[in-house]
Every structure is written in structure tokens, then in C-alpha cells.
């Protein structure tokens, strides 16, 4: 899902939500958001936190609960995604998005249950951490958000429980920003000449090309 979103960026920025969710699983069109988080920057400091267990009508799967360490006894007595959505979506605003893996996890799920309850389509542009990690720490074997976290000596106490996941994302985002500047001094962005979005080199069957960062919703190109 990716024609309900806003462009994809690689920027270091000042202003900017964090968010993580947490699920009953890794499909958006059976799975359910567990919980939902949100932590507000601005001139690269926390200023709010939004964050709310979700009630997701259905069982968690043991499988899920392994991971997140959220039971059906935990969500019981919470709100369900109907009501929270629109306190997180007023919370969001229009802040360009921070997360990690949102461009094919988090994003297919708000996306989906935006459009599902409120009709309406999440615009905002967002930055995914997993894709500035992969520029900016290439001499990395992994780049899960822990192993992100490890590089910097960031606590990964409280991991994949949602505010503890932005917590420790934020702080990343933000040193991963201080790589990245000194990156584009010396190798400054290629614009894709349909939508503006950064270019980022790929290899094909004829070999390397300058593919558009925002695919597969533009898919343009240009030679190297």
C-alpha cells in the first residue's frame, strides 16, 4: 500500500514524530495494532509522547506476544482503534514522520485503518530510519533497530514495546542525521526528475542506475 501516503525523504531534520507500532502480526489486511506510539521533536528535543494500548478485537497470537510481551488480558479494558487513531492522527498532525521500517510495515497499517474508519488518507511525507541506517552505516551486517541502537551505545531496555521503540529510534535518528550531513557535503543528492524525491543508485540487468527513492509509487530513473 502506497498510493494513500506521503513521499518518502532522506533528510535530517529538526521537527519531526517519531511513532512505532506494535501488532497481532505482519499482515495489514488480517493483523491488528496492538499499540500505538508517538513522540514529538522539535529543534531535536522530545517535547510530547502520545502512546495507548489498543484494543484489537481479536486474540494476540502467542507468536506476537512472545515479541511485544502484550496478552489479551493487557488490551482488555483498552480503547479501540476507531477512537485512538483520530488522537493519534491530531497528535501527528503534519509532521513528517520518523520511524524504522515504517515504509513497508508501520504505514501499510495506519494507512489501511485511516482509510478503513476515517476515509481519509495519511499524507504526511516520513523518513524511514531502516533506509538512512543502510546509507549511513553500510559497514553494518544488519540494521534492526537495536543493531542501529548498539552502533550508538543507545539502551535497547524496553525493546519492541512501542514508546520504548521511539525512544530509542529518536535518539538514533538523530545521530544517524549527523552521519548523513556529512554525507551529503561530499555527495550531494540527485533529485528524481518526475517528483523531486532523492535518487538512489541500484543495480539492473544492464547494470547500475539512479532509481527513485519513493518506489514503487514513482519509478524514475536516470543514468549513472
Known amino acids: ?29 488480517f493483523d491488528e495494532i496492538i499499540e500505538i506510539s508517538g513522540i ?4 531535536h528535543k522530545v517535547v510530547e509522547e502520545f502512546s495507548t494500548l489498543v484494543n484489537p478485537g481479536m486474540h494476540i497470537p502467542s507468536a506476537a506476544s512472545k515479541v511485544n510481551h502484550i496478552t489479551d488480558d493487557m488490551v482488555a479494558e483498552a480503547p479501540e482503534i476507531a477512537k485512538v487513531l483520530g488522537e493519534f492522527l491530531e497528535f501527528v498532525g503534519s509532521d513528517i514522520l520518523v520511524g524504522h521500517n515504517i515504509h513497508t510495515f508501520d504505514l501499510n ?9 476515517f476515509g481519509v488518507e495519511v499524507g504526511n511525507d516520513y523518513i524511514d530510519t531502516l533506509y538512512m541506517a543502510r546509507k549511513c552505516l553500510p559497514q553494518l551486517s544488519h ?10 551505545h543507545i ?3 524496553g525493546a519492541h514495546r512501542a514508546l520504548a521503540d521511539c525512544a530509542m529510534n529518536q535518539k538514533c535518528y538523530e545521530e544517524l542525521g549527523k552521519i ?10 540527485i533529485r528524481c526528475p ?4 532523492e535518487m538512489v543508485k541500484r543495480k539492473g540487468m544492464y547494470g547500475e542506475f539512479y532509481g527513485c527513492s519513493d518506489f514503487p509509487r514513482c519509478r524514475g530513473t536516470r543514468k549513472v
Open 143 to 152: 540494521h534492526k533497530l537495536s543493531d542501529v541502537a548498539d552502533y550508538f
Open 155 to 157: 539502551s535497547t531496555v
Open 180 to 189: 548523513l550531513k556529512q554525507i551529503q557535503k561530499t555527495q550531494p543528492q
Open 194 to 197: 518526475k517528483c523531486g524525491a
Open 1 to 29: 500500500m502506497t498510493e494513500n501516503r506521503g513521499k518518502r525523504l532522506n533528510q535530517y531534520i529538526s521537527d519531526y514524530v517519531v511513532f512505532d507500532l506494535e501488532t497481532t502480526g505482519v499482515r495489514p489486511d
Open 40 to 43: 514529538r521533536v522539535r529543534e
Open 109 to 117: 497499517f495506519i494507512c489501511r485503518a485511516a482509510m478503513r474508519i
